[in-house]
């Protein structure tokens, strides 16, 4: 999956995890477009049967646009995220939770 300038964002951020041994626990990973954060996050819920409870202090504008390649969403198990904030360097933020 490679576009005009290098791999697309979703594919990129897989092989990253790939390579630092962390994707095993990633559910599932999408790129955030033109419909934002939540649009994306309430897809997820529904894909899995789960309903999104928001996060009560949200750092980012969850129902902003991203921009291309900005931001990827992922669902993962909570206990989990210390190994990625451990091999990941760019901002992680947590908008909320699966139920």
Known sequence: MAGPRGP???AAFLLVLGTLGVRYFINEAIPVGSKG???EAQT???G???KLRLAQQL???VGKSA???TVILASLPK???PNVHDKISKPINIIGQLL
């Open 67 to 69: 921009g291309p390649s």
């Open 8 to 10: 697309e964002p979703l």
């Open 44 to 46: 997820i819920a529904e």
């Open 37 to 39: 954060i939540l649009y």
């Open 59 to 61: 750092k980012v504008d």
């Open 79 to 81: 206990h989990q995220l």
């Open 48 to 50: 899995s049967h789960l």
